[in-house]
């Protein structure tokens, strides 16, 4: 056990170090998901209509693969399970491509909607399927609209059952539909320290969390927004930070679906400007997969074995939260 803690603590050591200051490495992250999947999406299109919807799904993806290849910048997809069983060689394609693969639930449920039960018997139905399709264990987890919320931490103990050795569902600001201001806003050790938990990138501003972490704050916002945000992030933070985006984000031509005008913005306002701002994202900051942003932080594969927890949760809390 001390040399548990001993080996843990210096990788936390190591991970904490400030990267060289002129390219800070940051996690990319894409939620792997149709345009009709979101929480927005529902309000006019139920899940029963999903399979009659026009997929978008393998021209958004293919529109950022290539983005991402020209500018030599390789991700982490969270893939839905719905979307591997039905777009198998896009899930290959990807893996193919470079790209680290991880697992954004099976039918897009949200955790504080679901049974434990429901929730362990539906993650590991993705997961398998995930990793039958790339033929190599996934890592990596995120729900659903960050759906992880105080109350829900029984997630994290399924998921370290399940063999995830990182967790990224925490996205710690005032929100509608997924608020958890009070979380930290760096890595922490949850389940009992046999997962870490990555949350979404924020700006503390005012004594507030405002996300800086991508999505809709980048394509809805001034690119400047989320440039002031990630380099407050580098400036404060000692980690890398997480940033997501969704491949309908780059669709410059979004189909229609029936909405109030406040989800209409909120679904489909700014996807054909959403290219050029991470380009000009790519350009300015330097991101990798969460596997090698955070290699220092969560170790090798042979590191990571589900017996051997991650120590120090508490000091990861001070240091980085
Ligand atoms: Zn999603």
Wanted: net charge negative; with cysteine; proline share 8%.
């Amino acid at each position: 056990m001390g040399n548990d803690i001993a080996s843990a603590k210096s990788k936390l050591e190591v991970a904490l170090m400030p990267e060289p200051m002129d390219r800070p490495c940051h996690a990319l992250t894409v939620d792997l998901e149709d345009y009709f999947h979101t929480e927005t999406a529902a309000q006019g299109v139920s899940r029963a209509e999903w399979e009659t919807q026009p997929s978008r799904i393998e021209s958004s993806t293919s529109r950022l693969l290539d983005l991402l290849d020209r500018n030599a910048v390789h991700a982490t997809f969270f893939v839905l399970g719905w979307v591997a069983k039905r777009f198998p060689a896009l899930i290959e394609e990807i893996h193919q491509r470079g790209h680290e693969v991880g697992c954004h639930s099976l039918n897009h449920q949200l955790v504080c909607r679901i049974s434990p039960r429901e929730f362990h018997e539906t993650t590991r139905e993705a997961k398998d399927l995930i990793e039958s399709i790339i033929e190599e264990p996934i890592q990596g987890y995120r729900a659903p609209n960050f759906s992880i919320l105080p109350g829900y931490e029984w997630a994290f103990e399924t998921l370290a059952d399940l063999g995830f050795l990182y967790d990224s569902s925490v996205h710690p600001i005032r929100h509608p539909l997924y608020s958890n201001p009070d979380a930290p806003r760096g890595p922490y050790c949850v389940a009992g320290g046999r997962l870490m938990e990555l949350p979404i990138a924020t700006w503390r501003l005012a004594g507030h969390n405002l996300s800086a972490g991508g999505g809709a704050y980048l394509r809805l916002l001034p690119y400047q927004y989320i440039q002031r945000g990630l380099k407050a992030w580098e400036k404060h933070m000692q980690t890398p930070a997480m940033v997501y985006l969704h491949p309908w984000e780059l669709d410059p031509n979004p189909p229609r679906i029936p909405l109030s005008f406040k989800s209409t913005i909120r679904q489909t306002w700014g996807t054909s400007a959403m290219e050029a701002k991470l380009q000009r994202l790519f350009e300015q900051f330097h991101f990798a997969p969460v596997r090698d942003a955070y290699k220092s932080l969560l170790g090798d594969k042979e590191f990571l074995p589900r017996k051997t927890p991650f120590q120090l949760t508490e000091q990861v809390k001070q240091v980085a939260g």
